[in-house]
């Protein structure tokens, strides 16, 4: 194997392996411009959001609301939508999971 071509798998190989933690990935999207963990800011905090939604399967419902944003549910404030090069759908999905076990 040539020294590039060990370079370009090695390259490969460490970004196939490092994978954003859901707080990188809220963090990366701008989530976090908005939202904290435990106070409102622009839009509601994660605690709010996971009381609103305690018992509720609403994983789907959430990932449609953060994709196409609206308003409404926590007041007049609009979400602006987050398409999926702002935040992957996996990388969406766990950050939903993470913000509902708040």
């Not at 190989?13 to 622009?42: I, R, S, Y």
């Not at 609301?65 to 969406?92: E, H, Q, T, Y």
């Amino acid at each position: 194997m040539t020294r590039t071509a060990l370079m370009l798998f090695l390259g490969a190989l460490a970004l196939g392996t490092a994978q954003a933690t859901p707080e990188e990935a809220m963090n990366k999207a701008g989530c976090m411009a908005c939202h904290a963990k435990d106070k409102k800011l622009v839009g509601p905090s994660f605690k709010d959001i996971a009381a609103k939604y305690k018992g509720q399967d609403v994983s789907a419902k959430l990932a449609e609301k953060v994709r196409k944003g609206g308003s409404g549910s926590f007041g007049p404030i609009p979400m602006a939508p987050n398409p999926p090069d702002k935040i992957s759908d996996g990388d969406l999905k766990d950050a939903i999971a993470t913000i509902l076990s708040s």
